[in-house]
Protein backbone atom coordinates (compact mmCIF):
# COMPACT_ATOMS: atom_id res chain seq x y z
CA UNK A 1 0.00 0.00 0.00
CA UNK A 2 1.61 3.42 -1.15
CA UNK A 3 2.00 5.87 1.98
CA UNK A 4 -0.88 7.93 2.30
CA UNK A 5 0.79 11.15 3.40
CA UNK A 6 3.87 12.90 1.79
CA UNK A 7 5.97 15.30 3.74
CA UNK A 8 7.74 18.46 1.92
CA UNK A 9 9.74 21.10 3.44
CA UNK A 10 8.66 24.47 2.64
CA UNK A 11 10.14 27.93 3.53
CA UNK A 12 8.82 31.01 5.34
CA UNK A 13 8.96 32.63 1.73
CA UNK A 14 6.99 29.69 -0.10
CA UNK A 15 4.52 30.32 2.81
CA UNK A 16 4.02 33.87 2.59
CA UNK A 17 3.29 33.21 -1.04
CA UNK A 18 0.34 31.09 -0.61
CA UNK A 19 -0.95 33.77 2.06
CA UNK A 20 -2.78 35.91 -1.05
CA UNK A 21 -4.76 32.81 -1.44
CA UNK A 22 -7.08 33.16 1.20
CA UNK A 23 -6.46 29.12 1.65
CA UNK A 24 -3.51 29.41 4.63
CA UNK A 25 -4.74 29.41 7.71
CA UNK A 26 -2.76 29.22 11.08
CA UNK A 27 -4.20 27.42 14.93
CA UNK A 28 -2.64 29.09 16.89
CA UNK A 29 -2.34 27.35 20.40
CA UNK A 30 -3.12 29.91 23.48
CA UNK A 31 -2.43 27.12 25.85
CA UNK A 32 1.52 27.39 25.09
CA UNK A 33 1.84 30.67 24.27
CA UNK A 34 0.32 33.37 26.53
CA UNK A 35 1.21 35.74 23.66
CA UNK A 36 -1.61 34.32 21.34
CA UNK A 37 -4.76 35.90 23.03
CA UNK A 38 -3.67 39.62 22.86
CA UNK A 39 -2.75 38.85 19.10
CA UNK A 40 -5.70 37.31 18.27
CA UNK A 41 -7.74 39.95 20.00
CA UNK A 42 -5.69 42.92 17.83
CA UNK A 43 -6.40 40.86 14.39
CA UNK A 44 -10.33 40.77 15.39
CA UNK A 45 -12.87 37.78 15.23
CA UNK A 46 -12.97 38.66 11.04
CA UNK A 47 -9.28 36.79 11.51
CA UNK A 48 -9.02 35.48 14.28
CA UNK A 49 -11.64 33.40 16.40
CA UNK A 50 -11.58 30.53 18.72
CA UNK A 51 -12.45 27.21 17.91
CA UNK A 52 -14.32 27.64 21.17
CA UNK A 53 -17.51 28.71 21.31
CA UNK A 54 -20.85 30.00 23.75
CA UNK A 55 -19.32 30.42 27.06
CA UNK A 56 -16.41 27.57 26.44
CA UNK A 57 -15.00 30.86 24.14
CA UNK A 58 -15.49 33.25 26.90
CA UNK A 59 -14.22 31.30 30.08
CA UNK A 60 -11.32 29.33 28.28
CA UNK A 61 -9.92 32.13 25.93
CA UNK A 62 -6.40 32.37 27.76
CA UNK A 63 -5.79 28.88 26.64
CA UNK A 64 -7.86 28.24 23.25
CA UNK A 65 -7.02 27.33 19.57
CA UNK A 66 -7.93 30.20 17.29
CA UNK A 67 -8.19 30.00 13.98
CA UNK A 68 -6.25 32.35 12.10
CA UNK A 69 -6.15 34.18 8.32
CA UNK A 70 -2.27 33.75 7.83
CA UNK A 71 -0.62 36.64 5.89
CA UNK A 72 2.77 37.88 5.52
CA UNK A 73 2.13 40.05 8.75
CA UNK A 74 0.99 37.51 10.97
CA UNK A 75 4.09 34.69 9.39
CA UNK A 76 6.44 37.77 10.55
CA UNK A 77 4.94 37.82 13.70
CA UNK A 78 5.20 33.94 14.50
CA UNK A 79 9.01 33.79 13.22
CA UNK A 80 9.77 36.82 15.06
CA UNK A 81 7.96 36.12 18.28
CA UNK A 82 7.04 32.70 18.98
CA UNK A 83 8.36 30.16 16.09
CA UNK A 84 10.82 28.53 18.15
CA UNK A 85 7.73 27.10 21.15
CA UNK A 86 5.10 24.91 20.70
CA UNK A 87 2.59 27.85 19.08
CA UNK A 88 0.46 25.50 16.81
CA UNK A 89 0.57 24.61 13.00
CA UNK A 90 -0.68 25.88 9.60
CA UNK A 91 -3.42 24.29 7.45
CA UNK A 92 -3.85 25.10 3.32
CA UNK A 93 -7.23 24.55 2.57
CA UNK A 94 -9.88 24.50 0.07
CA UNK A 95 -12.59 26.01 2.57
CA UNK A 96 -13.54 29.63 4.11
CA UNK A 97 -12.87 30.90 6.87
CA UNK A 98 -16.15 29.73 8.85
CA UNK A 99 -16.15 26.45 6.99
CA UNK A 100 -12.56 25.85 8.51
CA UNK A 101 -13.66 26.52 11.75
CA UNK A 102 -16.81 24.00 11.67
CA UNK A 103 -14.25 21.82 11.03
CA UNK A 104 -11.68 22.05 12.73
CA UNK A 105 -14.05 22.09 16.09
CA UNK A 106 -15.25 18.58 14.81
CA UNK A 107 -12.12 17.11 16.14
CA UNK A 108 -11.61 19.06 19.38
CA UNK A 109 -12.42 16.26 21.55
CA UNK A 110 -11.59 12.67 21.43
CA UNK A 111 -12.83 9.36 22.46
CA UNK A 112 -10.84 7.10 24.51
CA UNK A 113 -10.76 3.14 24.44
CA UNK A 114 -13.00 3.72 27.77
CA UNK A 115 -15.18 5.61 26.18
CA UNK A 116 -14.27 8.91 28.02
CA UNK A 117 -14.37 12.44 26.17
CA UNK A 118 -10.79 14.17 26.09
CA UNK A 119 -9.63 16.96 24.53
CA UNK A 120 -7.74 16.78 21.34
CA UNK A 121 -4.97 19.43 20.70
CA UNK A 122 -4.12 18.59 17.47
CA UNK A 123 -3.04 21.37 16.76
CA UNK A 124 0.06 21.09 18.81
CA UNK A 125 2.95 20.57 16.12
CA UNK A 126 4.17 17.90 18.58
CA UNK A 127 1.03 15.71 18.77
CA UNK A 128 0.37 16.12 14.92
CA UNK A 129 2.60 14.78 12.70
CA UNK A 130 2.95 11.61 15.43
CA UNK A 131 -1.69 11.52 15.13
CA UNK A 132 -1.51 11.55 11.16
CA UNK A 133 1.28 8.68 11.12
CA UNK A 134 -0.97 6.66 12.98
CA UNK A 135 -4.58 7.31 11.28
CA UNK A 136 -6.10 4.84 9.49
CA UNK A 137 -7.13 5.74 5.54
CA UNK A 138 -10.57 6.69 6.23
CA UNK A 139 -9.78 8.74 9.70
CA UNK A 140 -7.04 10.31 7.38
CA UNK A 141 -9.77 11.51 4.61
CA UNK A 142 -11.96 12.86 7.68
CA UNK A 143 -9.31 14.72 9.34
CA UNK A 144 -7.91 16.38 6.12
CA UNK A 145 -11.47 17.14 4.59
CA UNK A 146 -10.81 20.44 2.73
CA UNK A 147 -7.52 20.53 3.82
CA UNK A 148 -4.66 19.75 1.49
CA UNK A 149 -1.62 20.67 3.15
CA UNK A 150 -0.73 20.87 7.35
CA UNK A 151 2.44 22.73 7.85
CA UNK A 152 4.49 22.03 11.42
CA UNK A 153 7.35 24.59 12.47
CA UNK A 154 11.00 22.68 12.34
CA UNK A 155 13.38 23.15 14.75
CA UNK A 156 16.22 24.72 13.96
CA UNK A 157 18.09 28.00 13.04
CA UNK A 158 16.27 28.75 9.98
CA UNK A 159 12.70 28.98 10.16
CA UNK A 160 10.45 26.98 7.92
CA UNK A 161 7.89 24.00 8.03
CA UNK A 162 7.29 20.57 7.14
CA UNK A 163 4.46 19.90 5.03
CA UNK A 164 1.96 17.29 5.46
CA UNK A 165 0.02 16.27 2.28
CA UNK A 166 -2.46 14.20 2.50
CA UNK A 167 -2.46 12.05 -0.72
CA UNK A 168 -5.99 11.75 -2.52
CA UNK A 169 -6.48 8.65 -1.86
CA UNK A 170 -6.35 9.30 1.63
CA UNK A 171 -8.75 12.26 1.21
Known amino acids: MPALLQ ?64 DDALIDWLVEKIWTRPWGIFAYAEASFEESRSHFRRFLKAELPDKRQVLFRFYDPRVLPTYLDKCEPAELREFYGPVRAFGVSGAGDAPGVTLIHGRPEAR
Do not use: M, N, W
Request: net charge positive; aromatic share 4%; hydrophobic share 40%.
Open 7 to 70: RTSASVEQLKRLAPSGKLFAILDACDEPAVPPKCAELGESRAISLYRGTAQEKHKKVAPYLVCA
